[in-house]
């Protein structure tokens, strides 16, 4: 039982590049989340998902989508990388809406130059 | 400006002796809240949660008070260890709130003295 797997840990990106963040889960969890997170700040909410095929919007959107097309993976796409897209980048999942105890992974730190 | 605040940005204690992580909130309709430990380049990891329904909950060496009166979390780490040393966050989640999930604090940096 790994978790929630984020890949890759480090990333420098160019203005106007484009990646992928890579998330799975393996604990069956409905619920999953994509979160940045700025230097001194609490996380802020980017797209989260309620189960396979259906996202929805958070906080901060703009500049990023994601899909969910199984339950174990929920990718957070970059399209055109801009400066204010650095941060560390954290996905996170749950079971359900009561037992709010969810599980993080490690975290993408992502600097775009 | 955020509903989930921290009162000190960074608390330096000595080993051995007894935490307490403060963090107010604004939103009274809030019926659940977490504490969450953020090693250094490490994802958050569940420490405690507490219901509005409860004002106190213990577990191993950590113990989380929730006033409802003055909107007001804390977090109490007994008997410090180096080990301790994280950004701590709480987290509030608003009753009925949807899916999209819990509102977190900047964060209260715990360092350990020796």
């Known amino acids: 039982n790994a978790g929630v797997t984020q890949t890759p840990k480090f990333r420098i990106l160019k203005i106007g590049q484009s990646m992928t963040l890579q998330c799975t889960q393996d604990?069956?969890?409905?619920?999953m989340y994509w979160y940045r997170q700025d230097p001194g700040m609490g996380l802020k909410l980017i797209y989260y998902?309620?189960?396979?095929?259906?996202?929805d919007k958070g906080e901060v959107p703009n500049g990023y989508n994601v899909s969910r097309s199984t339950t174990e993976d929920f990718p957070l796409r970059l399209e055109l990388a801009a400066p204010s897209q650095t941060s560390v980048y954290f996905c996170?999942?749950?079971?359900?809406?009561?037992?709010?105890?969810?599980?993080f992974g490690s975290g993408t730190r992502l600097t775009v130059v | 400006g955020e509903s989930v605040g921290l009162h000190l940005p960074t608390l330096s204690v000595q080993e051995g002796d007894n935490s307490i992580i403060n963090c107010a909130y604004s939103?009274?309709?809030?019926?659940?809240f977490i504490w969450y430990k953020q090693e250094s380049g490490k994802g958050p990891q569940f420490i405690i949660d507490?219901?509005?329904?409860?004002d106190k909950r213990q577990g191993q060496r950590v113990t989380v008070l929730l006033n409802k009166t003055v909107k007001h979390l804390s977090l109490q780490i007994a008997a410090t260890q180096p080990g301790d040393s994280a950004v701590y966050f709480c987290a509030e989640n608003l009753s009925g709130g949807g899916a999209d999930g819990l509102t977190f604090g900047k964060g209260t940096h715990l360092i350990i003295q020796p």
């Open positions: 939103n009274s309709a809030s019926d659940y």
């Open positions: 507490i219901r509005s329904n409860m």
């Open positions: 604990m069956n969890h409905n619920y």
């Open positions: 998902s309620v189960g396979a095929g259906i996202t």
């Open positions: 996170a999942s749950s079971y359900d809406l009561i037992n709010y105890g969810y599980t």
